[in-house]
C-alpha cells in the first residue's frame, strides 16, 4: 500500500504538471491539431476519399466583430460573465431533453474549446470528467479572449475544413476578417451539427436559427476585445 500512494501521489504530480503545461503553451501557440481532425480524416480515407484538413489561422483581431458576436449570441449567451460553465443553460437542456427525442447540449464555448483542442468526441462521464477539468484550465490561464479566438479557429465547419476562415472562403469565397452579419449568423447556426447542415444550402429550420442569433446579436454590446 505504501508503495501505491507513492506512485499514486507521483502520478497525480506529474498530471498536473504536464496537463498545466500544456494549457499554458497553447496560451501562446497555436494549437497545431486537434483529436477531432485526425479522426475526421481518417474516417474520409477509410470511405474512399482524400486526406482533407483545411484549416487557416486568423488571430483575434483579424475575425470579424460579426463573427465573434454571432458565436456568443448563438452558441454562449452569458460567455463573458461565467467561469466556463452556464448552469442556468444546462439546467434548461435537461429540461428540455426530456420532452424531446433529439439531444440538445448546454454547452458553453469554454466546454466546447477545452473538448475539441484536448480532448476526444464522446458522451461518456470520464470524458466530461476532464472536460471540466480543462475547462476551469483555460478560464484562468487563458482568459475569455484566447478561448473565443481558439474556439473561432479550431471548431468543425464542414466536413474536413475546420475554423472560420476555411469555412468561409469555402461557402462565402471571402476571408472570415469582413464577414456580415447575415453571413455571420448563418455560419453559427450550423454550427452544432456541420456535417449534416450547411451555410450553402440552409433549410427552414437553419433560417430560423439565424433569424434568432440575429436577434440575440442586437443586445451584445462593444466586445472587450
Known amino acids: 500500500m505504501k508503495k501505491f500512494r507513492q506512485a499514486l501521489r507521483k502520478f497525480i504530480f506529474w498530471y498536473f504538471v504536464i496537463t498545466i503545461s500544456w494549457v499554458l503553451i497553447y496560451r501562446f501557440i497555436n494549437p497545431p491539431i486537434t483529436y477531432l ?46 467561469w466556463g460553465f452556464d448552469i442556468e443553460a444546462l439546467q434548461n437542456a435537461v429540461e428540455k431533453n426530456k420532452k424531446r427525442k433529439r439531444v440538445i447540449g448546454g454547452s458553453t464555448i469554454s ?17 466530461k470528467g476532464f ?3 480543462f475547462t476551469l484550465l483555460i478560464e484562468l490561464l487563458w482568459g475569455k479572449e484566447r478561448i473565443l479566438e481558439v474556439y473561432l479557429n479550431v471548431i468543425e465547419m464542414g466536413d474536413g475544413i475546420y475554423g472560420a476562415e476555411a469555412a468561409t472562403q ?9 464577414l456580415s452579419k447575415s453571413q455571420a449568423a448563418l455560419l453559427v447556426a450550423v454550427f452544432p451539427n456541420p456535417l449534416r447542415w450547411t451555410p450553402n444550402r440552409p433549410t427552414r429550420y437553419i433560417y430560423y ?3 434568432l442569433i440575429l436577434r440575440n446579436m442586437r443586445h451584445i454590446g462593444k466586445l472587450p476585445f
Do not use: C
Open 111 to 127: 466546454q466546447q474549446t477545452a473538448k475539441n483542442v484536448f480532448l476526444w468526441p464522446g458522451r461518456s462521464y470520464i470524458r
Open 131 to 133: 472536460e471540466a477539468y
Open 209 to 211: 436559427k439565424q433569424g
Open 37 to 82: 481532425m485526425v479522426q475526421r480524416a481518417v474516417e474520409r480515407k477509410i470511405d474512399g476519399k482524400d486526406w482533407k484538413m483545411e484549416r487557416s489561422w486568423l488571430e483575434m483581431d483579424e475575425l470579424s466583430d460579426n463573427l465573434k458576436k454571432a458565436a456568443i449570441a448563438g452558441e454562449d449567451a452569458r460567455f463573458l460573465s461565467h
Open 170 to 178: 469555402q461557402y462565402y469565397g471571402k476571408s472570415a476578417r469582413s
